[in-house]
Structure formats: structure tokens, C-alpha cells
């Protein structure tokens, strides 16, 4: 066989090294569809407790399967934010700018949820409180740093 001309091989060589590091569009778009899926599963069980906790619905036997679903649902959240799915969506390019910070607030997260569900268990109402607290306010900090305003 024909050696391949220099310019075919130069065209191979340019293709290769266009291909982007990162995942394309096509695969931010479906990360961020998946976040969101995330997102408002983490959501519900908190604003389900939160009735239960704040707004009178007395019977706290309702938080268990909230608090456990949320501790367990954490543990996606440092899985969903690979490199480069961040284009066109609430994800700021913080997370990946500065991966130690975003791994802490991953960890403060699911740490905190994991308290709460402990908390519940315990059935101790001002412990259920401060770790709903906690759990709240981790939410909360990752998105001040780390998610746009705008989505
Ligand atoms: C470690 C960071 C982090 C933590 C912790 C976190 N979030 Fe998020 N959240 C994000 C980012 C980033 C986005 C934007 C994702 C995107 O647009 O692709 C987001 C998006 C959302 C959205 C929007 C979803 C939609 O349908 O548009 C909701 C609601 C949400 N988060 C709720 C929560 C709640 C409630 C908690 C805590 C129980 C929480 N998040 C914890 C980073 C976090």
C-alpha cells in the first residue's frame, strides 16, 4: 500500500488534536438535565421536612425516609460535575477552577446530611433543628460559589 501523503496525515494529526479535552455540548446538556433530576429530588425531601419541622404537621415519623433518601442522594452529588458539562448551564466554572474547594463543600454536604438523618433518629427535636439548620445552609453555600443565578 501507498504511503498516506504528508498533508493527509498532517489533516489526521490537526483532527485528533481539535477532538476538545473536555465532554461537548451534547453532554452538557444531558449533565445538566441529570443535575437537575438531582437537584429537585434533594429539594423535595427537604421542603417535605420542612412542613414537618416548621409549619405544624406534628408527626415527625414522616422525616426518617426524607432524611435517609437525602443522606443517601448526597453521595451523587460529587459524581455529576465532570470536566467540561459546565457550558450553558447553572454550573459555574468554579467547580472545576477550584476543585479542592468544590470536593469541601461536596463533603460538608453530605456530612451534614448524614447528621441529619442521625439527628431524626434520635428524636431529639432542637437536634433535628440545628442539623436541618446545618443541612440547609451547606445547600446553600455550594450554590453561592458555585451555581449561577440565572438557571
Ligand atoms: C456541592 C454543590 C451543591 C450542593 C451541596 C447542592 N447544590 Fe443544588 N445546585 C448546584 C449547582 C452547581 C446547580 C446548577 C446545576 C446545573 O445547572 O447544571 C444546582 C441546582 C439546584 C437546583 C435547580 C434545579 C433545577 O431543576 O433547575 C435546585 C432546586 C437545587 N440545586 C437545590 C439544592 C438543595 C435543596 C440542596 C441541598 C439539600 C442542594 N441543591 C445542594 C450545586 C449544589
Known amino acids: ?54 409549619e405544624g404537621l406534628e408527626d415527625t415519623g414522616h422525616l426518617q425516609s426524607h432524611a435517609d433518601g437525602l443522606a443517601e442522594a448526597a453521595t451523587e452529588v460529587g459524581k455529576i460535575f465532570p470536566a467540561g458539562s459546565g457550558d450553558d448551564t447553572g454550573a459555574l466554572p468554579a467547580i472545576w477552577e477550584q476543585p479542592d474547594k468544590f470536593a469541601a463543600a461536596v463533603t460538608e454536604f453530605e456530612d451534614s446530611s448524614r447528621s441529619l438523618s442521625e439527628a431524626i433518629a434520635s428524636g431529639d427535636r432542637r437536634s433535628m433543628a440545628a442539623a436541618f439548620k446545618r443541612t440547609g445552609d451547606s445547600c446553600k453555600g455550594c450554590h453561592e460559589s458555585f451555581r449561577a443565578e440565572e438557571y
Open 1 to 54: 500500500m501507498r504511503a498516506a501523503p504528508r498533508f493527509v496525515i498532517l489533516l489526521i494529526a490537526a483532527a485528533v488534536l481539535a477532538i476538545p479535552a473536555h465532554a461537548d455540548d451534547a453532554d452538557a446538556e444531558i449533565w445538566h438535565k441529570y443535575r437537575e433530576g438531582v437537584m429537585d429530588v434533594l429539594k423535595g425531601h427537604i421542603s417535605a421536612m420542612s412542613v414537618v419541622l416548621f
